[in-house]
């Protein structure tokens, strides 16, 4: 910090690799009562730190500062009991992490000053990566002690006095539990600040060859891209898994349980910040690239794993149940904010959450009397997603173009941002019990925006990009057997989905050969819950099945200056879709029932609008489109020697708001629009629904089955330009435009 340093190439570089692996485990056999635990804590606070401070002058050919963190972290816990009477296994680990990244030319957030220039007549790159793997793991049994235990003090349960048969039934219990506990914070930022002037003038991609542990042998070749390139990324891994069994069949009850929970929160940050603008110096606060272009670029991926199973066994009962929690609360961001930047090439900002979550949890119960299974899994998504271009009086020129880019979820069908997976089985002689739930909320804030900045690109484009593809895969199912008097199994599955999506430009000025500001949502839930049941007498079965996504989606021009040689496109569009699936059979010698349900909800909001602002085009659009989709089935069956009933309902709605708009907004802002070309303003719902509900039902005596579907479909789609302050002029030079001829159509009858 404060340093005048002149080099050929300068590297600055921190590297973190902790490999930490701890097993703690515990086994214990007692011929009455036999406990035995085990825990284990990681707490770990890293920080990896590339630094450049402020306030001073550096003069090289390429800079290269990196941070990069690779850690595995593994904690393992297990605890095992063996008794002939009461046995207790439980094992119990945790994992606390906090962890930064950070590649940084400028002040942290405990220094001042500012101030100092830099200047690379090669190229410039900060790379800050956060990558390695944390696990925690747990396993948890409860077993018979084997072994003669007849002549141990107290007896073995069996007898208690002269006169006993021994023909009484099994007493003692086996418990058995595993959890495991993942809290991780992790930051990755990468950022240039504070400086007053950064000058990169690299005449083509270059190379750094790295000497870490200065034997004089290259350990490393880092590639350069020619100019200014700000990287921060997040790939970590997370792994929460828990197992147990209970082994109980010498005894009255078997109980087992297992618990993951996963909280992970990412920041993930790259950034031109805060420049030190001196008003006594024009040139101050400016990042100027010559022949090359400016790469900032922000990118959150990796996995998250919740894993729980467990399976009990007992002569009268045995029980079983598992739950997987994961929550990801996210940041990830690029920006340029409150600097000026002068690039030959294009300046690219670049924000992609493409992370995923996946819980799984599984229970087996089987009881003489009764045997029940439950398994629950919960899954949730916080996230930010922002590429930003900010600053009051800041100007961005990219003489090869400006894009913006912001995406949340990767988009692709076979990688969707949740799987959750919950399934139980419950066997018994007597009454067997089953359920199995999935629960998940996605909720993603997806931004792609310019306020209060000068952005130009002569000849070329510029570009906001804002797209949403978050995604939902659920599977619930359960199975109740039962060679007695009953069995009951239920399935459910939650599923919500409410993200907000935008492009806009607020109080800024465009200048370039094109423009688009572009908002996408393609929102999807997949949802499957069955269950079944089966049993000598009576089985009762049900599914349900609840899934909405209601979103915003917005393309907004307010308060700014556009101009451009060619087009302007300002469109918002959303395509969301459901497919739920519920079914239920029931089977049974005297009674069944069958029993399906699901709700099904999409309702958004889409706008694409123009408010206030000059804007001086070849043609002109402002489109918003609104196209969802439900396909549904709900169906159930059920047989029985007696009485069999079976019924099913589908309830479905679909709507939403559809504008597309010129106007002077609330406060009535004078607005002008004019077009060398063509000027439209349209607006489209195309909305479908696909139902299918059935029932069948078969009886000795009775059979009765009923299904229901219910579907109710509204919308308001508006298209206008209004306001007393706005102007709209078209000369219809060029190509005529094509329009949608809005005709309302039915279904076709082959596709259902």
Known sequence: KGADLRADDVTVLAQTGFDVISVTETVGKAGKVSINGAFSLLDTDVHTIAQIGSAGSLNADDVLVRAQDDSLMINVAGGVARSQSVGIGFSVAINDLDREVRALIGNRSTET???????ASGNLLLDADADGTMGAFTVAGSGPAGGDYSKAKGGDGRKTNVKDKGEQGKSGVGISGAASVNEINDTAAAELKDLAKVTVSGPAASAVVVDKD???????????????????????????????????????????????????????????????????????????????????D??????????????????????????????????????????????????????????????????????GKAGVGAGVAISTVDSDTKARIAG??????????????????????????????????????????????????????????????????????????????????????????????????????????????????????LNAASVR???????????????????????????????TIGNITEAASTGTGITTTGDTTVRAADASSILSITGAIGIAGNAAVGASGAYNHIGSSVTAQVIGGTLNVANLLVDAERAANLEVWAVAGSGAGSAGFAGSIALNDIGGVTTASINGGADDQVTHASASGNVLVTAQADDEIESRAGAVAVGGSVGASGSIAFNDMHADTLAEIAGAGTTVNALGNGDAAQVDNGLLTGIDPAKL
């Open 113 to 119: 000053g500012a101030g100092g220039t830099l200047t």
């Open 214 to 296: 200065a034997d004089g042998t290259a350990d490393e070749t880092v590639n350069l891209a020619r100019g200014l390139d700000i990287r921060a990324r997040n790939a970590s891994l997370a792994i929460a898994g828990a197992g147990s069994l209970t082994v109980a069949l010498d005894k009255s009850a078997g109980l087992a349980g297992a618990f993951t929970w996963n909280e992970l929160v990412k920041d993930t940050r790259a950034s031109i910040a805060a420049l030190f603008d001196d008003p006594l110096d024009a040139s101050d606060g400016k990042v100027t690239v010559v022949g090359g272009g400016v790469n900032v």
């Open 392 to 509: 009051a009086g800041k100007t961005v020129n990219g003489d090869g173009g400006v894009s913006l880019s912001a995406t949340s979820g990767d988009g692709d069908a076979d990688t969707d941002d949740i799987v959750s997976v919950a399934a139980a089985v419950g066997v018994s002689q007597g009454v067997a019990v089953s359920g199995a739930v999935t629960a998940n909320w996605i909720s993603n804030w997806t931004e792609a925006s310019m306020t209060g900045a000068t952005v130009t690109a002569a000849g070329h484009e510029v570009n906001l990009d804002a797209g949403d593809n978050a995604s939902i895969l659920s599977i619930s199912g359960n199975v109740a057997v039962s060679t007695g008097k009953a069995s009951l199994g239920i399935s459910a599955s939650y599923n919500d989905i409410g993200n907000e999506t935008y492009a806009k430009a607020s109080g800024s000025s």
């Open 298 to 367: 922000a990118e959150n991926t990796g996995s998250m794993w919740s894993i729980s199973a467990c399976a009990a066994g007992g002569s009268k009962l045995g029980a079983a149940g598992s739950v997987a929690y994961s929550n990801g609360d996210n940041v990830t961001e690029a920006a340029i904010e409150g600097a000026h930047v002068d690039a030959d090439g294009t300046v690219t900002l670049d924000a992609d959450d493409s992370s995923n979550i996946r819980s799984v949890a599984g229970a087996v119960g089987y009881g």
């Open 517 to 547: 500001l572009e908002a996408t949502e393609a929102a999807r839930i997949e949802a499957i819950a069955a269950g079944g049941a089966g049993a000598a007498k009576v089985a009762l079965t049900g599914s349900l099945g609840i899934n």
